[in-house]
C-alpha cells in the first residue's frame, strides 16, 4: 500500500512530500517529490530522508537577497536533530568532477567541499573523519555505497538537496549525497563577511548547511544560523556556524563546544 500526504510545517516553511511504503522492509521514506531513485525499495532496517534547500525569494532569474547577520541572531541556540548520527570511523566522500558548473574549477569545488567539511571537524578528534575519497561518475543520489557530491538540474526554486539513508537499530548513517542545482549560478568566493556581490550561490556556504544534514541536523527557522532552511546569492555567513549549529552537533556528538 502507497500512502502520499503533502506536510508542510508552519513553524519552518519547510514543505516535503512523506511517503510511506508498507511492505514487508518495513520501509518508510520522506522524499523530495521528483526523485526517483528513493522510491526503489530499502533494506530491512534502512530509512531515507531528503532535504531540500530552497532560495530565500524563490522567483524566476533571481538568487534571493542576502542578508548581513543582525546583533545576537548567530547565538541563538536553536537546533533540532534527526535520528542519525556518523558512526566514530568517520565519512568518505566523493565529488563528480564532471558535473562541476563552468566558471569553477574541480580542484576549487573540492578545497570549497573540503572547507565546509573543516567546519564540521569539531565533531571528533579523528583528524580523517571527512575523508576524501576523489572522484566518481555517479550522476544521481542512490543507495550504492558511495557518498557522492555532484551537480544536475533539479526543479527551479531549490538549491540543493540532501540525502541521508541510516541504519534505525544502529543510527548510524549508511551513505549520504548531496546534489546542487546546476539551473543556479555557482561561485567559490574569495570574499570575507557575511554577504558578497557576487550574484550567485558561493558553494562553501551552502555545502556547509548540506553537510549539516549529513551529521544529523534539522532544518531551523533562524536565518543567521547555518541550518537555517533558505540560502541566498552572494550569502557567506553559512560558511560559520552559529552557536545553535555547534549545540546541536554537540548534542549528537558528545563533543566539548570549540
Same mark, same amino acid.
Given at each position: 500500500m502507497l500512502i502520499a500526504v503533502m506536510a508542510c510545517c508552519a513553524l519552518t516553511l519547510s514543505c516535503?512530500?512523506?511517503?510511506?511504503?508498507?511492505?514487508?522492509?518495513?520501509?518508510?521514506r520522506a522524499i523530495a517529490a521528483d526523485d526517483d531513485p528513493l522510491l526503489h525499495p530499502l533494506p530491512p532496517g534502512i530509512r531515507v530522508r531528503a532535504f531540500i534547500h530552497t532560495p530565500r525569494v524563490v522567483q524566476p532569474n533571481h538568487t534571493g537577497i542576502c542578508k548581513e547577520t543582525v546583533p545576537g541572531g548567530d547565538e541563538l541556540e536553536w537546533y533540532d536533530v534527526a535520528p542519525w548520527r556518523i558512526g566514530p570511523s568517520g565519512i568518505t566522500w566523493k565529488l563528480n568532477e564532471s558535473t562541476v558548473p563552468a566558471g569553477i574549477s574541480a580542484s576549487q569545488a573540492r578545497s570549497a567541499i573540503d572547507d565546509a567539511f573543516s567546519a564540521w571537524s569539531f565533531i571528533s578528534p579523528n583528524p580523517d573523519f571527512f575523508f576524501d575519497g576523489g572522484k566518481t561518475t555517479i550522476k544521481t543520489a542512490k543507495l550504492d555505497g558511495t557518498n557522492a557530491i555532484l551537480w544536475k538540474k533539479l526543479?527551479?526554486?531549490?538549491?540543493? &538537496?540532501?540525502?541521508?539513508?541510516?541504519?534505525?537499530?544502529?543510527?548510524? #548513517? @549508511? &551513505?549520504?549525497?548531496s546534489v546542487f542545482n546546476s539551473a543556479?549560478?555557482? #561561485? @567559490?568566493?574569495?570574499?570575507?563577511?557575511?554577504?558578497s556581490d557576487f550574484d550567485a550561490y558561493d558553494l562553501q556556504n551552502i555545502a556547509t548547511h548540506e553537510l549539516g544534514h549529513w551529521i544529523g541536523l534539522e532544518h531551523v527557522f533562524a536565518e543567521d544560523l547555518t541550518m537555517f532552511l533558505f540560502g541566498a546569492g552572494g550569502e557567506l555567513k553559512k560558511r560559520s556556524l552559529g552557536?545553535?549549529?555547534?549545540?546541536g552537533a554537540c548534542f549528537i556528538y558528545g563533543c566539548d563546544m570549540p
Open positions: 516535503y512530500v512523506l511517503v510511506s511504503y508498507a511492505q514487508s522492509l518495513g520501509s518508510e526543479r527551479a526554486g531549490i538549491l540543493g &538537496e540532501t540525502y541521508v539513508w541510516y541504519d534505525t537499530v544502529t543510527g548510524l #548513517v @549508511v &551513505e549520504a549525497d543556479h549560478p555557482w #561561485v @567559490v568566493s574569495n570574499a570575507s563577511g557575511d554577504c552557536v545553535g549549529d555547534v549545540l
